[in-house]
């Protein structure tokens, strides 16, 4: 059974900086790709960022340059570094996978609010 379990939500001022963690269980995470998503009040579930299994990265362009999105297989972790944070990143935070995955599973996601 895939269990995704974030962590590292909260509040921050405009301009600063959130790390979220998801740790993974149940699944062969070295050979996954993972994704992280966000979902704002009255507003649709998007795509933030997606990780293949090698490593290689792509992000929805109102994030791009701003946040990354990392893995440690070891630790079968996968993260996001947000830095420059804007009001509208305010959104519960999930993150899902393996991406493509008929048995892919959303984590119990954690908010993330921007304001001063």
């Known amino acids: 059974q895939v269990q995704l379990v974030e962590s590292g939500g909260g509040l921050v001022q405009p301009g600063g900086s959130l790390r979220l963690s998801c740790a993974a269980s149940?699944?062969?995470?070295?050979?996954?790709?993972m994704a992280w998503y966000r979902q704002a009040p009255g507003k649709e579930r998007e795509l933030v960022a997606v990780?293949?299994?090698?490593?290689?990265?792509n992000y929805a362009d109102s994030v791009k340059g701003r946040f990354t999105i990392s893995r440690d297989n070891a630790k079968k972790t996968v993260y996001l570094q947000m830095n420059s944070l804007k009001p509208e990143d305010t959104a519960v935070y999930y993150c899902?996978?393996?991406?493509?995955?008929?048995?892919?599973?959303w984590g119990q996601g954690t908010q993330v609010t921007v304001s001063s």
């Open positions: 990780i293949s299994n090698g490593g290689s990265t």
């Open positions: 149940g699944i062969i995470f070295s050979i996954s790709a």
């Open positions: 899902r996978g393996p991406v493509g995955a008929t048995f892919a599973s």
